[in-house]
């Protein structure tokens, strides 16, 4: 059984910071691409960002130079940092990682249960 756990969501003021982590955790042989996707209310989950297995980054133009996200592939964790957020930033944050099991061949996508930011004064 592989789970991913969210933590560090909340509520914080515009033009402050928040880091969220995600730690993977299971029967685990090799986690491949990671990362971070949102969704406010009603609308579709949209891509944050993401980084791949070497550490090479892509992030949605909407917060490029305020995020950064980042591995410890020791510890089978991401995270992001969120710097500068605005009040356009308040979702439900939900960390995803491409996941090889022991017990498989092939990857598979894994979801977080999801973490609420808040930017609000």
């Known amino acids: 059984q592989v789970q991913l756990m969210e933590s560090g969501g909340g509520l914080v003021q515009p033009g402050g910071s928040l880091r969220l982590s995600c730690a993977a955790s299971?029967?685990?042989?090799?986690?491949?691409?990671m990362g971070w996707y949102r969704q406010a209310p009603g609308k579709q989950r949209d891509l944050v960002a993401t980084?791949?297995?070497?550490?090479?980054?892509n992030y949605a133009d909407s917060v490029k130079g305020r995020f950064t996200i980042s591995r410890d592939n020791a510890k089978l964790t991401q995270y992001l940092q969120m710097n500068s957020l605005k009040p356009e930033d308040t979702a439900v944050y939900y960390c995803?990682?491409?996941?090889?099991?022991?017990?498989?061949?092939?990857?598979?996508?894994?979801w977080g249960q999801g973490t609420q930011v808040t930017v609000s004064s």
């Open positions: 980084i791949t297995s070497g550490g090479s980054t």
């Open positions: 995803y990682a491409a996941i090889v099991s022991s017990y498989s061949s092939s990857w598979l996508g894994y």
């Open positions: 299971g029967s685990i042989f090799r986690v491949n691409a």
